[in-house]
Every structure is written in C-alpha cells, then in structure tokens.
C-alpha cells in the first residue's frame, strides 16, 4: 500500500480498536468484540486502522488472557484492504524500560509478518537516539515508518524545538510525522503555527493525534487541517470524547462538501457506531469518573489514563483524599525532573513520585528506582535540567549516562530462547517484555493455572488473620475486616472464569 496522501484530502486513522477503549474502558474490548464489526470497518475506506501496541500487548496476556499476536492475525483476515497501525514506544517497544536492540528489531519484524502496515514510533523524552533502532527496523521491513513528537507544554518545550526532533526524524528516515498530543494540550492557534513549521522546514505528511481532554482537540485539528496537516486520528462516537479522540462522524460531516473531504460514507459510519455503542455497554465496569473533559489537565498536564492510575494508587493506600495535593505536586516533580513529556512510562514516573512525596510526608523521603533511573538518564536525554538538590538525594554524585541507554544492554533474546526451550519468536519476545505475566498466560493458555493456589492461600492468611484480628480488634472491626478479605478471596475464585472465557 503505497501512502496515498497527496491533494487536500483529509485521510482518517480511526482509534477504535486500540487507543479510543485504552483512554476509555481501560483497554478490556475483546478481540471477538472487534471480530464483530470487523467486517463492516474494513469497508469504511480509512486512511488505517490503529489495532495495536501501546497498552493492548500486556492488557492481552494480563486481564484477557489472549494471544496479542493472534489478534492481528485474525483481525488482518477479517480487514485484508484496510492499513494496520500500531504504536511503538521506541526502545521501550509496548513495555516500561528500555530493550536490547535485539528485542526492538525482531519484535518490529514479527509484528510486520503478522499484519502491522504503520509504525508510530515515539520516545517519552523525545530522545530519537532511542527511535533509531526500531525506525531501521520498521524501513527494513518496507513498512510505513511514522515518527511521533511527544508534544507538551513547559519552559523548555518550544514550538521550535518540536521542529528540530522532527527534523531528526526525518533524516532518520520517517515517512510521515505524528503530533502525539496525549493530553490534550495542543491550543489551535499553537497547532496553526505548528504545522506550518512542521509543512515548510520538514517537509513530511502531518498527522494530528490529539485528546478530547482538555476540550480543545477538534479545534486543533481544524486549524490544523487549514495549516497543511493531511492525517487526524478519530475515534467512532461510541468511544470519542473525554480522554479520547474526537468523533470520526463529526469530522466527517464537517469536511463533507470541502477541499478536505474524506469522501467517507456517513451512514455506514452511523451503523457501525451503533454495533459500538452496544458493545460499551458490556464493559461499563471499566467506566472511570475520570475520563471526561476536564479543564485541569491545562493546569496539571495529566493524561486521563494517568489520572485514573493515580486514583487507583491512593485509593489503595486509603489515601483518595490527597488526591487534591497530589496534582499540585505533579507539575512540581515534573519541573524537577527535567520536564519529561507525560506519556508512558515518564509519567508514571512522574505521577508514582508524586503520589509518594506526598503519603510520606516527606519530599523524596521515598524514591523508587524508576526515578533514579530517569536521573541517571538511562530513559534518555532530559530536555530540562535535573533539580541538584533532588538528583543528590536520588544518585549522590553518580555520573549521568552519556552514550544511547541500549548501548548498557547486551542481546535478550539467546537467554529467552533457553530459558523457554523453544523457537516460537512470538512467545519469546512475550516473555522478554512481560516474563511473569507471560509464563502465567502460557500456563493459561495450556488449561494450567495457579489461580486456584492463590485463591487458597488468600483464604489461608484470611483465616490467620482473623484469628489476631478477632483478639486486638474493637468489637464490628473485626468483621468489616474480615468481609473485606473474603471479598478478595472471592474475587480471586472469581477470576478463574474471567481468565478462561
């Protein structure tokens, strides 16, 4: 498929099998639920259809037990005319540390062999040392190689320095250039003068791919269609908005009649929307309060999926009342990180810290190995400059690293390949990225399993503890501890089922 992308027409990659359910229903849509409307969406005539990587790779394997690769597979059967696209997280791949050379390659190569057609490729740090590696591989392949700009806002982050990575994106050989906007924080009029930078001194097709958080994301792309960009990432009504992108009919229907139309069918779109809108209904246990349009991400830069983590992780320290000062202390850790774009895994980095300074009471009392790690520069180059005073407390006077981060690393795949005693690439690379959730979805996989050892020795400490806990504890404590255990132990019983579906 070559690029088809001259003239004025606006092409659409729509998000609904990937990123639209990843920002809304916390990456659980089912590959028979896509099989579903396969069919139909392969009709629709998109530009391409992102299906793939980001957090779809471990959510597979860790809460649906399937196989990532055989979605493509099946999926590329039901879709044989529509472009598949996935998102590359550089040297990071779909994981949250950096891989040997070695992965990044064979993983670029396999994924291709199964059906992906478009790389986006993107660094956390916007540190294109960590692209080089995984765009060779995606050119070797004859794949599209598209290079991602992680876009944010902060003193150090000018218009023009977006333009300089996009430059060394270019020279390192990407075909087209994506504006990541994963919060939602490209203003139209910045997205205008963006663009027309991006057309006149890089010279490659621009795609937009921005979230509805902030409210702003469908002007963005207006004003950025008018600047010259040819590519924007919509997702099917049913999963736009909020955390998400904006609507595919939407923009269908305003470019219907212009230089930009997409020549789409609107009714079709509609019927298909409809088979969504049924299909969210059964996942409204992944529904999250925090995926709406929320203004504050202007003054926070949190991405929805980032919001709902830090929730998650106070709520489990009994601490969801901070959460007011946990988002003020964000953009502090932020500034004093150097100013990482917040994107995977910077921010959750960022965030976790955040979380930390602020249930310990103490600033960087507690500073996970992450953190130390992005001080010592081995995610990258930091844009910013590190706060003294906290790189001392994390690293003491250890030298930061100079040279590319996977330069550290020797070759992964020999030890994978022993430790698994078998060929299949597939199933080593799963193990290489995610090892425990691997060999548990390999154990699945076969009909073996060890949830129901796990439930048993829930119900174990269950029963121990009560013992302690009917003896020391007020009289109704004890009971409201004990409910609150077996409900876990159910849910772990519970499970067993949800895994083998």
């Known amino acids: 498929m070559g ?219 207006v004003k950025g269609i008018e600047a010259g960009a040819r590519l924007i990432d919509t997702a099917l009504s049913a999963f736009a908005l909020g955390t998400s992108q904006p609507p595919t009919e939407t923009f269908v229907a305003m470019l219907k009649g212009t230089k930009h139309d997409t020549g789409l069918d609107l009714e079709l779109l509609a019927e298909i929307n409809d088979g969504f809108r049924k299909i969210r209904n059964s996942y409204s246990e992944f529904e999250s309060s925090f995926t709406g349009v929320d203004s504050d991400v202007l003054l926070y830069q949190i991405p929805g999926g980032m919001m709902s983590n830090l929730a998650k992780q106070l709520k489990d320290q009994d601490a969801l009342e901070k959460m007011p000062e946990v988002l003020k202390e964000v953009p502090r850790v932020r500034a004093e990180l150097g100013y990482p774009p917040l994107v995977t895994p910077t921010s959750q980095i960022v965030g976790t810290q955040a979380a930390v300074n602020v249930i310990s009471g103490e600033r960087y009392s507690v500073i996970p190995k992450e953190t130390k790690n992005l001080i010592r520069g081995l995610y990258g180059r930091s844009v910013g400059p590190i706060d003294p005073d906290v790189r001392l407390k994390a690293i003491g006077n250890e030298e930061i690293v100079s040279v590319r981060p996977a330069d550290l690393l020797e070759p992964e795949l020999p030890a994978a390949r022993k430790k698994l005693c078998t060929d299949n690439i597939e199933d080593i690379l799963s193990y290489v990225l995610f090892p425990q959730v691997a060999e548990e979805f390999f154990m699945a996989r076969k009909g073996e399993s060890n949830d129901d050892q796990i439930a048993a020795v829930v119900t174990a400490l269950v029963s121990r503890l009560m013992k302690g806990a009917k003896a020391k504890a007020p009289v109704g404590k004890a009971e409201a501890v004990q409910q609150n255990l077996w409900s876990y132990a159910g849910r772990i019983h519970a499970m067993r089922g949800i895994w083998r579906m």
Request: aromatic content about 8%.
């Open 3 to 221: 690029l088809d992308l001259k003239g004025n027409t606006v092409r659409i990659t729509d998000t609904i099998f990937r990123d639209a359910h990843q920002s809304l229903i916390a990456t659980r849509m089912r590959t028979e639920d896509m099989e579903a409307l396969a069919a139909q969406v392969d009709k629709v005539g998109f530009w391409s259809v992102e299906m793939w990587g980001g957090a779809t790779f471990d959510t597979c394997m860790r809460f649906l037990r399937e196989d990532p690769w055989q979605r493509i597979r099946t999926l590329k059967r039901l879709m044989p005319r529509t472009r598949f696209q996935m998102l590359l997280r550089g040297q990071n791949i779909v994981g949250y540390r950096h891989y040997a050379d070695d992965v990044v390659e064979a993983f670029v190569e396999t994924a291709h062999r199964n059906g992906i057609d478009v790389f986006r490729i993107f660094d956390a740090l916007n540190d294109t040392r960590n692209l080089e590696t995984a765009i060779k591989a995606v050119k070797r392949t004859g794949a599209v190689a598209e290079g991602a700009v992680s876009y944010t806002v902060s003193p150090v982050h000018t218009l023009e320095y977006f333009v300089d990575v996009a430059k060394r994106l270019r020279d390192l050989g990407c075909d087209t250039l994506a504006i990541k906007d994963m919060a939602g924080l490209l203003s139209p009029y910045d997205a205008e003068k963006l663009v027309k930078m991006l057309c006149k001194k890089v010279g490659l097709p621009v795609h937009l791919h921005c979230h509805y958080t902030s409210g702003m994301a469908s002007a963005a792309y």
